[in-house]
Nanobody, 118 residues
Framework: QLQAFGGGLVQAGGSLRLSCAAS???????????MGWYRQAPGKQRDLVAA???????NYADSVKGRFTISRDNSKKRVYLQMNSLKPEDTAVYYC???????????WGQGTLVTVSS
């Protein structure tokens, strides 16, 4: 249902924009879905980075506030994560997700790797 892309290797202080595209199976309901970005660093649990509701309300992990911005384009069925001032500790596989139930997503896209070099 979801495909994330845009990861890569970037130096500390640099920027990347991740994109998540919804498949045709959820086109008709995409605008009503809360969308989230999660990340998982090696040896660590998968954590929420940012989320955006159908009405555009957003929330962020404390570690990325002021540096990352989540947005969505319902006409293109996409959600984005603009990442600025990247740090080595941002290195992780990033996943987009949706279909939240009791605060946890039930649908995941494949991950895209972000590597930040020092």
């Amino acid at each position: 249902q979801l495909q994330a892309f845009g990861g890569g290797l970037v130096q500390a202080g640099g920027s990347l924009r991740l994109s998540c595209a919804a498949s045709a199976t959820i086109f008709s309901v995409f605008s009503r879905k809360t969308m989230g970005w999660y990340r998982q660093a090696p040896g660590k649990q998968r954590d929420l980075v940012a989320a955006i509701t159908s009405t555009g309300n957003t929330n962020y992990a404390d570690s990325v506030k002021g540096r990352f911005t989540i947005s969505r384009d319902n006409s293109k069925k996409r959600v984005y994560l603009q990442m600025n001032s990247l740090k080595p500790e941002d290195t992780a596989v990033y996943y987009c997700a949706t279909d939240f139930l009791d605060g946890s997503p039930r649908s995941w896209g494949q991950g895209t790797l972000v590597t930040v070099s020092s």
